[in-house]
């Protein structure tokens, strides 16, 4: 089973409709991020969480909010949906016990806005 | 404020050779780690390699090795005899410290091909 899953894995939806997506990880670590992934722009970080009590603003918070439920829990809602909102999600975890960071990524969730 | 460049949108490489992709950073932490991802055109981001700011040696995980010049600040990825599930979207990515955490950036991502 994969250690980090993200529900839906696809999404098509209209403008102004409220979104959640949905990330759950089983390996134990405190560290959960979301992604948005656009062609040619790379990965940028829309928001992090240390722990269940600790949620920060990434590069791109605007438009959207999270929700840390449980150490295995985060979610991210799209209040209302916008066609530029049109992207890959991607729910990354690390372990704060490696001074490393690795991200470990989740498959990804493909929302298209109409 | 940091920042990732990846130089080449995209690269062609025969199978069998070795391919080196480019990344330059930007930081002034001391104290930062360099990584590169690859995405097949399945889309998962799958963690290649790592290398920390003071780590003496350039880092290596089988058929890829970091090339870190920490004066000139680059991280170049060198893949060694090219295979054909090679092909994918690579990313340099960074962490710097932001109150003794890690806060992690991507580059742009190169595309590569190799050719049988």
């Known amino acids: 089973d994969a250690d980090v899953t993200q529900t839906p894995r696809n999404r098509i939806t209209k403008t102004g409709k409220r979104i959640m997506l949905e990330c759950s990880q089983t390996?134990?670590?405190?560290?959960m991020y979301w992604y948005r992934q656009d062609p040619g722009l790379g990965l940028r970080l829309i928001y992090y969480?240390?722990?269940?009590?600790?949620?920060n603003k990434g590069e791109i918070s605007d438009g959207y909010s999270v929700s840390r439920q449980a150490q295995a829990k985060f979610s991210l809602s799209l209040e209302s949906a916008i066609p530029n909102q049109t992207a890959l999600y991607f729910c990354?975890?690390?372990?704060?016990?490696?001074?490393?960071?690795?991200?470990?990524f989740g498959p990804g969730t493909r929302l298209t806005v109409l | 404020a940091q920042k990732i460049t990846q130089t080449q949108p995209g690269m062609f490489v025969q199978e069998k050779e070795a391919v080196t992709l480019d990344c330059t950073y930007d930081?002034?932490?001391?104290?930062?780690?360099l990584f590169w991802y690859k995405q097949p055109s399945s889309g998962e981001m799958i963690f290649l390699i790592y290398?920390?700011?003071?780590?003496?040696q350039n880092a290596t995980e089988g058929r890829y090795s970091l090339n870190f010049q920490k004066a000139r600040k680059s991280a170049n990825l060198v893949i060694s005899a090219s295979q054909l599930g090679d092909s994918a979207m690579y990313f340099c990515?960074?962490?710097?410290?932001?109150?003794?955490?890690?806060?992690?950036?991507f580059g742009r991502g190169t595309s590569l091909i190799v050719h049988p």
């Open positions: 990515a960074m962490s710097q410290t932001s109150g003794g955490s890690y806060i992690p950036t």
């Open positions: 390996k134990g670590h405190d560290r």
């Open positions: 930081t002034s932490d001391p104290s930062y780690g």
């Open positions: 969480s240390f722990d269940v009590k600790d949620i």
């Open positions: 990354a975890t690390s372990d704060p016990g490696r001074s490393t960071d690795t991200q470990y």
């Open positions: 290398q920390g700011s003071y780590d003496q």
